[in-house]
């Protein structure tokens, strides 16, 4: 992110945490600099000054926080990869890694020792590595002991606990509740014994133009909607069933209908759920700064809330990306249609056509040429999802939230045929940047009656930190008419 004062103030004003890191705000009144998140009162515009690194504030007169310990703050440069570690780590916590694995498996990751990364991670946020993941497991139990009809082992193990006795143990010394006093009533009907979940989100949310963006670029055998439910067929570590996804009545939050043979893996693809709806946004600070500039006010007002569509899967994402370079939605949407059907694995649902999962890195990697090109695809085309298919399944290419966006760009980048739209393209949704911009796009373009990317690059400086959200909505613009 190139460092506009004014930009920087509207990350701030969010506490967006994907900028931690990124720039520094100095407060002139109080002569203390401090981290994008920091909690304390937002400051007046006119107070503050923003640093793209700490050397820079301190120069400048400036002391640290001792809140938010800009020391701490995830750096962009290799001598802060210790500290932007602890951040990622938390991240795999969360998606359950420590449930199947131990400290030593998570530090190797990062290169560090379980000492190194302990302290770290306890430094940046108060607590161990163990004790985060733990609150993760009972917050997970304590929702499906309130929400699901699971039996009491089903939602300790599924919560990642070794024992049921451990789980009783655990909730009853930290919560002073037996499990069994949460347990309601009356539950909700569910599909063919589905776990039922519900996510928070900041209101609005744009639903119908969110799930109808996501359906609109998959393939009907793999996701689909029925009304305002979201359909969707999931493989995840080895497990394959379904979801069913609609916003709840009344109330800010996505009910999740999860097949019962997710159990197993339902605390990542939560996470990855999330995601994949963008729920952890902000869209009311993000609409604000937009609509700023006059040419985004209209489709913001029409769409306000709009999220950036994330991705369940990294691969299957950035395959879909590279089936549509230089054609049509609709063309892509009926050639990975095609290896969705050929390549895909099958799935039983409950739900008419929804039968296939989309295919993986592995299959596609060892798939024949002419199988590739027997889809659709020309021999030039058919060699890039090929190459593709076989970086990510060797893992010289990572397409997930935690992986080094500069690192993956750069594995991309050195794939023949991938350039820069598509490599922009995966990271507004696999890797959850909120600042990508695909700025050679030709819908963006013709929203905005422009002729050339330079020209479309020079109009989006006054959307960052945001220009992904600023994309969809003129994306948005275009298939609703406006």
């Known amino acids: 992110m190139q460092l506009d004062h004014d930009h920087c103030y509207e990350a701030m004003k969010a506490r967006d945490a994907r900028f931690d890191g990124v720039f520094y705000v100095a407060v002139s009144t109080t002569g203390i600099y401090c981290r994008p ?30 809140r938010c ?10 001598v802060d990869s210790v500290r932007r570690v602890s951040g990622l780590a938390v991240a795999r916590i969360e998606e359950g ?21 302990r302290r770290v991670v306890e430094h940046e946020y108060g607590v161990t590595p163990v004790a985060l993941a733990q609150t993760r497991r009972l917050l997970l139990a304590k929702h499906l002991l309130t929400d699901t009809r699971l039996k009491m082992a089903d939602v300790a193990f599924a919560s990642g606990f070794s024992s049921v006795r451990r789980f009783n143990h655990l909730f009853r010394t930290r919560y002073g509740l037996n499990p069994t006093a949460l347990r309601r009533g009356q539950m909700p009907d569910t599909v063919d014994g589905a776990i039922t979940l519900k996510l928070g989100y900041r209101p609005p949310l744009a639903w119908s133009a969110l799930s109808g963006f996501l359906t609109s670029r998959g393939a009907t055998c793999t996701e689909g909607l029925d009304g305002a439910c979201y359909l969707r067929t999931v493989r995840l570590n080895g497990r394959v069933g379904w979801i069913a996804v609609q916003p709840a009545a009344q109330s800010n939050v996505l009910r999740v209908d999860v097949s019962p043979s997710l159990l197993p893996v339902l605390t990542p693809l939560l996470a990855r759920v999330r995601r994949l709806f963008d729920l952890d946004a902000n869209p009311s600070v993000i609409d604000a700064h937009l609509s700023l500039d006059r040419r985004l006010a209209k489709p913001i007002r029409a769409t306000p809330g709009l999220r950036v569509p994330g991705a369940l899967d990294g691969f299957e994402l950035a ?28 799935v039983q649902t409950p739900f008419d056509g929804l039968d296939r ?40 290419v990572r397409l997930e939230p935690s992986a080094n966006a500069d690192e993956t760009a750069a594995a991309l980048d050195e794939l023949p045929g991938i350039g820069p739209w598509t490599i922009q393209y995966v990271a507004m949704r696999a890797l959850r940047n909120p600042d990508a911009f695909p700025a050679s796009d030709l819908g963006l373009m013709k929203a905005l009656s422009l002729s050339h990317p330079k020209h479309l690059t020079a109009a989006a400086e006054a959307w960052r930190p945001w220009r992904s959200y600023a994309a969809v909505h003129l994306w948005h613009s275009l298939s609703a008419g406006g």
Do not use: H, W
């Open 37 to 66: 998140v920091c909690t304390v009162r937002t400051p007046g515009r006119d107070r503050c000054r923003f640093y793209a690194n700490a050397a820079s504030a301190e120069a400048a007169g400036y002391r640290p926080c001792l």
């Open 97 to 117: 890694f420590l449930c199947d694995a131990d400290m030593e498996d998570l530090a190797a990751e990062f290169s560090l020792s379980s000492r190194q990364l």
């Open 319 to 346: 395959l879909r990306a590279v089936l549509g370079q230089q054609i049509t939605v609709k063309a892509a949407t009926t050639i990975f249609g095609r290896f969705a059907q050929f390549f895909g694995e099958p």
């Open 357 to 396: 999962v989309a295919p993986d890195a592995e299959t596609i990697a060892d798939a024949s040429p002419q199988q590739i090109i027997e889809r659709g695809l020309t021999r030039k085309r058919a060699e890039t999802v090929r190459t593709l298919a076989r970086a990510v399944a060797d893992g010289r």
């Open 69 to 78: 310990r800009p020391e701490l703050a995830p750096g962009s440069a290799p």
